[in-house]
């Protein structure tokens, strides 16, 4: 399930937004500043789309868009503002973002731009082999299914052994090797990041 970070000072429209995603089955989580959103992605979180406010205290959301974009992070940002001058949306598009929502709008709207967004942005699955066994397919299927989220060793072997308390851990590293394996250089897309667990990049 996609999750989305909404970052605005407004409190009210974050409620609103809020509400009005989860409805349409996305996750979500609020933050009132960029800093508190900087926080958040700092502290190991993973957002598939930003919605993210333009004027706040200290920090821009035009500062952290860069910010974040400086140092490596691609994550989709929207720009939900009511700066509509068009300095100000080439000032956006310039600082990272990949669409840009004047207020005030409707939720119609800002639902059919993130739609938008996220599936330009959804990476491409890789090809599956006709070679891979159950447990394989069952474990490129979760990944696929979630593009950009880690899974814990732990939730692989919930999905894929339900119930089996004879499988380790380990055996998920050995299936995953072999997962890498056979999808060739398209296998080097499943990574493993430290602290988070195994996803498809």
Known sequence: MEK????????????ILSFNLQSEGYETDTAPSAEEALKLLDAGQRYSLLLLDVMMDRMSGYDLAARLRSRGDNTPI?????????????????????????KPFAFDTVLVRVKAVLRRSAPSAPAEPDCLTKREHLILDLFRQHPGRYFTREEILAAVWPGDALVG???????????????????????????????LV
Do not use: P, W
């Not at 890498?180 to 080097?188: D, F, I, N, P």
């Open 169 to 199: 851990e380990r055996s998920v590293d050995v299936h995953i090797a072999r997962l890498r394996k056979k999808l060739g250089a398209e296998g080097s897309r499943i990574v493993n990041k430290t602290g988070f667990g195994y996803g």
């Open 4 to 15: 989305i970070l909404i970052v605005d000072d407004e409190q009210d429209l974050c409620e």
């Open 78 to 102: 929207i720009f939900l503002t009511a700066r509509d001058a068009h300095d100000d949306q080439m000032q956006g598009f310039a600082a990272g973002a990949d669409d840009y929502i004047t």
